[in-house]
């Protein structure tokens, strides 16, 4: 079945930390797979993407994100946390083939930053 | 550019009331999704419309849902009954047609509370 998994419910880090946040997906083929960001009180905004090519992407606000095929992961990292970086993460994935739009998402992972 | 546009922010309303949800979606997007959002379920898509064509309502969760698109700017989603179980915060997102890798465009989100 296809299924993203995201193992981190919540983590607290200290600004100026390193951050990285865990996604593993189960899927048939090699999909599309998004990161976005929640703000309390906003809907979901998108951070970066990958589809093909280079395995490791950049996004806004500093953020990055690997593929890794032979783990079936697509964790997204950040080198120094802000304290605006408080809010929820969610990993999705897409088809890459068909008609379907639909996305798969992770129960997010919700960020804390100590001053 | 104006972002999806979702109203009201809030709706506060009885049991067995009738519940209308709004959406605007970003101009020249193609696809229209209509997510509910819960801390049990997380983000469920319950139906996305291509063209203003429903093509996937398979997460609408009985009858007393439903959705519309009666055209390319404007789509609502009904609760008729509404009932308790259905507060959440719902949201509409948009994307064009161009290429599965498109991201998804978010509104802020429709608060509902059924009393």
């Known amino acids: 079945a296809q299924s993203v998994t995201q193992p981190d419910i919540h983590i607290t880090v200290s600004e100026g930390a390193s951050l990285e946040l865990r996604c593993n997906y189960s899927y048939g083929a090699t999909p599309y797979l998004f990161w976005y960001v929640q703000s309390p009180g906003q809907g979901l905004q998108l951070l970066l993407k990958y589809f093909s090519g280079d395995t490791l992407v950049q996004g806004i606000k500093g953020f990055e994100a690997e593929f890794k095929r032979s783990q079936s992961s697509f964790n997204l990292r950040k080198p120094s946390v802000h304290w605006s970086d408080a809010a929820e993460y969610f990993c999705a994935v897409g088809p890459n083939a068909g008609n379907n739009r639909k996305l798969i998402w992770g129960l997010g992972t919700s960020l804390a930053v100590n001053p | 550019d104006a972002g999806v546009i979702q109203s009201p922010r809030h709706e506060v309303t009885e049991m067995g009331q009738e519940v209308t949800l709004r959406c605007k979606p970003i101009?020249?997007?193609?696809?229209l999704f209509w997510y509910r959002q819960t801390m049990m379920r997380g983000l469920e898509l319950l139906i996305y419309f291509n063209n203003n064509v429903p093509i996937d309502d398979s997460g609408m969760p009985e009858d007393r849902f439903s959705a519309k698109m009666p055209n390319a700017s404007f789509s609502t989603l009904k609760i008729q009954p509404s009932e308790p179980r259905d507060s959440a915060v719902y949201f509409c997102?948009?994307?064009?047609?161009?290429?599965?890798?498109?991201?998804?465009?978010f509104g802020d989100g429709t608060r509902l509370s059924i009393l």
């Open positions: 997102a948009s994307s064009r047609g161009t290429g599965r890798n498109q991201p998804q465009h």
């Open positions: 101009s020249g997007h193609d696809y």
